[in-house]
């Protein structure tokens, strides 16, 4: 299947995304717990969750800006490998969340 992208930004307000090592070493994202530093042991950076990009008070990536991807071109491997029309068995449950999503917004919007 094409891996069709609207754009809808349901996935960067869904998930947490994890940068690699190469990634989080850059020091090109914005991080959580940047204000602590960079962590040299990846694996400690991993376990505490500090290689995850900065979310913004309600969850949404930190680069997300009006539905679109500020740093689109850069954006990390995980943004770069997901799609939601992906047959992969490691995005299935992903896939299912977005779904649900899909169908509370679609709710909601029919509700007004
Ligand atoms: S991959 Fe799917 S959920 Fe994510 S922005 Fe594109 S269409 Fe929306
Ligand atoms: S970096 Fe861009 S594509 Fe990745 S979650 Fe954030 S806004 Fe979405």
Redesign the pocket.
Known sequence: MK??????????R?FVINLTEKEYKSGKYKTQFEEFGLIDNFRKANSCAANTLKQKENGSCVYLKDNKCTIYKIRPQACRE????SKEKRFKKMIRQ?KKK?VSFYNEFTEL
Do not use: A, S, W
């Open positions: 891996n069709d992208c609207t754009r809808c930004g349901i996935c960067c869904l997901f799609f939601c029309t977005i899909q």
